[in-house]
């Protein structure tokens, strides 16, 4: 069977686009996609990537208005708090560290929900 070999993009709707990836890409590193051919877009990191569908009345995302939920892998995660931390954008570290890593949440400036993972 032919798979599909990695997520080649993620398109959602903003309130303000322009903004929304400025944020990304001076908070979080994620740079938006490039306006011209000479400019590299965004590369991740090889690693695991979870795809899961959740059950519509789940929790886990927060707020219950939210479709879905960004999970970005990070090498450190305290230094990644702090660096969040710095720009103005709270962040909540999860105290419980699990066999599969440790675990912090915020939302970004339109409220669309985010979980950083450090493996563990």
Known sequence: MEKVTGIGGFFFRASNPAALADWYDRVLGVSPVPQDSETLPWTQEAGATAF???DAATSYFGDQTR?????????DLDAMVAQIKASGTQVVVDPEP???GRFARLTDPEGNPIELWQPG
């Not at 879905?68 to 990070?74: E, S």
């Open 52 to 54: 899961s569908p959740f």
């Open 67 to 75: 479709q879905f939920m960004l999970n970005f892998r990070v090498r």
């Open 98 to 100: 699990y066999p599969y």
